[in-house]
């Protein structure tokens, strides 16, 4: 698993991997009786693309948990881009299949996923800490103490 800063992202505004066509028989998805078809490496892309991750803030920090079942840490990537967006992303490879295999049943999915979430001004982005747990990576993003303006009280004559 690698922490990496990036610069340059490209549609600031979409932040998820989201086809808003899938399942349409003329959107961009994988049949192949579609007007817009897609390449094989978009469809493997689309058939896992939709990890799972909840994003909680607590008074010290956000976190981040991702279901990534059967993934090791060197196979998912925790980056930040442009100073404030978080991508989380990785690959499942699809199993070897041998010439003696009869399979029954296919319904794991496998392929590339990709999540983007912007955080907040105070994220300390240089201090991310990612792990892995039972098949579940933990990005935890401190935050930096917001600081409140002094009270005076004020006399009032008269």
């Known amino acids: 698993m690698s922490l ?32 817009f078809p897609r390449t094989s490496s978009d469809s493997e892309t689309a058939a896992f693309a939709g990890a799972r991750i909840d994003w909680k803030e607590t008074p010290e920090a956000h976190v981040f948990k991702a ?9 998912v990537k925790v980056e930040v881009e442009d100073g404030n967006i978080l ?12 010439k003696t295999d ?7 999915s496998s392929g590339k996923f990709l999540r983007r979430f912007r955080l907040p001004e105070n994220a300390k982005t240089e201090q991310i ?5 039972n098949g579940v990576l933990i990005v935890t993003v401190p935050k930096e103490e917001i600081q409140k303006p002094d009270v ?3 006399q009032i004559s008269g």
């Open 152 to 154: 005076k009280s004020i």
């Open 4 to 35: 990496i800063h990036r610069g340059n992202v490209f549609d600031p505004f979409s932040l998820d991997l989201l086809d808003p066509f899938q399942g349409f028989p003329f959107g961009s998805g994988s049949s192949s009786g579609s007007l």
């Open 129 to 133: 800490k990612a792990s892995m747990e």
């Open 67 to 75: 279901d990534v079942p059967g993934l090791k840490k060197e196979e």
């Open 87 to 98: 991508q989380i992303s990785g690959e499942r490879n699809k199993e070897q299949e041998e």
């Open 102 to 108: 009869k399979w029954h049943r296919m319904e794991r």
